[in-house]
């Protein structure tokens, strides 16, 4: 469709929706602004197109989250073409320490899938594969990305095949990605794992709200995952031998909307004790949350955010000092604190009855020098003395 076609097709609807509210009058003075609204749209959408094969080709290997690929956060030269690679493996996992099983469905093995991270501008070309050993098809929809199903429609592989897709990252942010084969299979694989983040950083990196740089020294990727298990007559979570052989049963505990685990990077513990994260006093750390498919509320307990894009769009100048912050389901965040104080924080869902009694809780163990001005214990506990 031609921008003048588009343009007549905006008139129209706006049209009939005045002559439909009787506001067609008044509303005629307005037109002018409309137009100019409509101009400036249509130049922010205008992207050059490049000629993809003169640029640059990189690889990045993606790693198992937490962790982020090697990357730049101010990008050195041009556009780029970013050549990553998907394998879809259906696996069982454990999510507790109780035994309990989830066959996941995964982007490399992990839930969540990795990150990714690249440079507004840049292309990413995803060769992704899923192994014959899989029972089901999958796809990719990158939230990042634009036109069909953001990619799903272009990346259904049954097992044993793969596909290459490329897209271009117009807008910076951190952005969902996740399987959407279709109908009920849609929740079914986000909730079994198949889902992940990429990071689109603006090219010259991060900045306040004044425009002042900002630099990270590590960043981590916490993914949250709602899983569904069902149960047996006697309350015990069943066990399968596929990916899809609980199908029913996991529809209907879906439906109830009651996850029986919510958790960080794949399961229960996956972030605690010594597989905590770990920071130095003194270090700004970028912590990225994505929640693929339900609300979240993430809480550094003893910290805080300073530097909040809630939404997780780079485009929005960043809000400040949050205590705890929103993640919308479908979406991620992103937020950088710079540690104070040494010890080992709790980073929570703070829907606490999540976090302690779900899963929803990590650990990032802070190394480093106490500050009593910041905190001191100035009575240790003891018996009050006019107890009586
Ligand atoms: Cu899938």
Redesign the pocket.
Same mark, same amino acid.
């Given at each position: 469709m031609s921008v003048h076609e588009s343009r007549s097709g905006v008139d129209t609807a706006r049209r009939n929706f005045l002559q439909a509210t009787g506001l067609a009058t008044a509303a005629a003075m307005a037109i002018p602004l409309v137009t100019e609204a409509a101009k400036a749209q249509t130049a922010e959408v205008a992207v050059t197109a490049e000629d993809v094969s003169k640029l640059p080709r990189v690889k990045q290997k993606l790693v198992a989250p937490p962790f982020f690929p090697e990357h730049e956060q101010v990008a050195s030269g041009g556009p780029k073409v970013v050549e990553i690679v998907l394998v879809i493996e259906e696996k069982k996992m454990t999510i507790d320490d109780e035994g309990t099983e989830v066959w996941a469905?995964t982007y490399n093995g992990s839930v969540p899938g990795p990150m990714i991270v690249v440079h507004e501008g840049d292309y990413v070309e995803l060769t992704m594969q899923n192994l014959k050993n899989n029972l089901?098809e #999958?796809n990719i929809d990158f939230h990042a990305a634009t036109g069909a199903l953001g990619g799903g429609a272009l990346t259904k592989i049954m097992p044993g095949e793969e596909v290459v897709l490329r897209w271009k990252a117009t807008k910076s942010g951190v952005f969902v990605y996740h399987?959407a084969?279709g109908d009920i299979m849609i929740p079914y #694989?986000v909730v079994h794992g198949?889902n992940g983040a990429i990071m689109v950083l603006p090219r010259d990196g991060l900045k306040d709200a004044d425009g002042n740089p900002l630099k990270y020294d590590r960043a981590y990727y916490i993914g949250e995952q709602d899983y569904y298990i069902p149960r047996d007559e006697e309350g015990n979570f069943k066990k399968y031998e596929s990916a899809a052989e609980n199908l029913p049963d996991a529809l209907e505990v879906m439906k109830t909307l009651t996850p029986t685990h919510v958790v960080f990077n794949g399961a229960k513990g996956a972030l605690t004790g010594d597989n905590a994260m770990t920071a130095k006093v003194g270090e700004t750390v970028l912590f990225v949350h994505s929640q693929a498919n339900r609300d979240s509320r993430p809480h550094l307990i003893g910290g805080h955010a300073d530097y909040v894009w809630e939404a997780g769009k780079f485009a929005d100048r960043p809000a400040r000092n949050f205590e705890t912050w929103f993640i919308r389901g479908g979406s991620a965040g992103a937020v950088t604190y710079k540690f104070l104080q040494p010890g080992v924080y709790a980073y929570v869902n703070h829907n606490l009855i999540e976090a302690v009694m779900l899963g929803a809780t990590a650990h990032v163990t802070v190394e480093g020098e106490w500050s009593d001005d910041l905190m001191t214990q100035v009575v240790k506990p003891r018996q009050i003395a006019s107890a009586g």
């Open positions: 469905m089901l #999958h399987c084969p #694989h198949m």
